[in-house]
């Protein structure tokens, strides 16, 4: 995604970009979000949870800690490892006393004075599978540089206790990513994530902006039939239009082109190409009963022209041919 100065990323372990390790998407719900229907849903994926899945912003770089008066954003959790939430961090730099650089983690779970430190204000405590609202502005904050803490009792303090420290510090991009994300992960590689976050609010000076993530206009995306390829005969179905019709989105195959049967257990990217009337489906599955990652992709069926499919597997085998018949929509 890249609207309004946002960026989806997801990373591994080490913070290198890897599309296996989680998902960003925008969806419907869970439940009531604060604002209009949907949500940002951020997932890592299972045995992944040392990698992330993050929505950086870019447009804040140069804005000052000190002229921020308004930095909120609710959260919900689905899973987790009983401790993190959607956290929200800022990338800062800084002259004052010496320049350096520095990361503000701003977490939920710690936004009580037992479990903080007791100069938190009391946020109240983080609730599963429920919406919430939190204030980063005056909540409390650890950092890389620990110089606030390194998380857990008396392992954070306040956002102005920074700016004390460093009176000039502003947020920046770091490696052209936004210095503004919100994120879960980066944990250890057995637990898992799977959050939501809306209506972030940002105000500087005169300018107060809250984001409203919605999910994509729902359009028609789904076909099924048998393409030919080199590797020999093979079929295909998928469905991307939960919005619509409600079905599951997903992609199978009893027969892939080499005897082997595919289906999907999670969707993590969906990109249609209006120009080229195509869609591009990735997440993992299951091939012969073994676990893979999965690319597919489809040509739409026109009216002088055959659709065309092809997969892509973690294990190495690809094919991809014209149908034979069935047919591939694309609205």
Known sequence: MDQSGWHSLVTDGNGSPDTT?????????PGTPPLGVGSLRLQTNPGKGDGSAQLRNTLYAGVKLTDLTNLTYWAYSAVNNGQQ????????????PSPGTDTLFFELTYQQPFTGN?????????????WQKWDALHGCWWDNNAELGSGGLLGVQP?????????DAAIYNPSSLGGLRVAVGFASSTDNFDGNVDAVTIAH???????????????ESDGNGDFHSGHGEGNFNFDNDHCMDGDQNQVSSSNRGDGQSFQSTQINTVTMDSATRSITITGLGLSGGLPVAFTFAAVETGLTTLGWVSFSFSHGYTNAGTLTNGVVVLH
């Not at 390790?21 to 719900?29: A, E, L, N």
């Not at 007791?118 to 429920?130: F, H, I, K, R, V």
């Not at 956002?159 to 009176?167: A, D, E, G, M, R």
């Not at 000076?205 to 359009?219: D, G, I, L, Q, V």
């Open 21 to 29: 390790y989680g998902s960003v998407t925008f969806v419907t719900g």
């Open 159 to 167: 956002l102005s206790v920074f700016i004390s420290n460093h009176s």
């Open 118 to 130: 007791p100069s938190c204000p009391d946020q109240g405590p983080t609730a599963m599978n429920t």
């Open 205 to 219: 000076s005169t300018t107060k902006t809250t984001y409203n993530f919605e999910p994509a206009e729902c359009k």
């Open 85 to 96: 939430f959607p956290y929200l961090t800022l990338a800062v730099s800084y002259t004052v």
